[in-house]
């Protein structure tokens, strides 16, 4: 499973900008899919995410701003984001969690300390919001 994000650049406050991430590999469905944040000297943060059957959630800091969707059929999912304020300023990582095959079989990594993990992340797209 590789996830492809695009999108991201250089706006103004008050701007918008609509992130794109799609997930390639013989893929037959993916469970949830979400955007993540991280800022300079910050922790990984979750903007939004949304389920395969398009139940949502978003950070408390981007309601009302952004609206994340995806489409099943392509493995991909969107961050609409409006309304843009200095403190987006991020690198902006997709994630897919519960990919699976046409056969029910999930695919997973191995991760850095030896555990199966069923997540897996984009390469971030460098999103900066100027004052």
């Known amino acids: 499973v590789q996830l492809q994000a695009s999108g991201g650049g250089l706006v103004q406050a008050g701007g918008s900008l609509r992130l794109s991430c799609a997930a390639s590999g013989s893929i037959f469905s993916i469970n949830d899919m979400g955007w993540y944040r991280q800022a300079p000297g910050k922790q990984r943060e979750l903007v939004a995410g949304?389920?395969?059957?398009?139940?949502?959630n978003y950070a408390d800091s981007v309601k009302g701003r952004f609206t994340i969707s995806r489409d099943n059929a392509k493995n991909t999912v969107y961050l609409q984001m409006n309304s843009l304020k200095p403190e987006d300023t991020a690198v902006y990582y997709c994630?897919?969690?519960?990919?699976?095959?046409?056969?029910?079989?999930?695919?997973?990594?191995?991760?850095?300390?030896?555990?199966?993990?069923?997540?897996?992340w984009g390469q971030g797209t460098q999103v900066t919001v100027s004052s």
């Open positions: 994630n897919a969690d519960g990919a699976r095959t046409k056969g029910g079989v999930y695919y997973y990594r191995i991760d850095s300390e030896g555990r199966p993990r069923y997540d897996y």
């Open positions: 949304i389920t395969s059957g398009g139940s949502t």
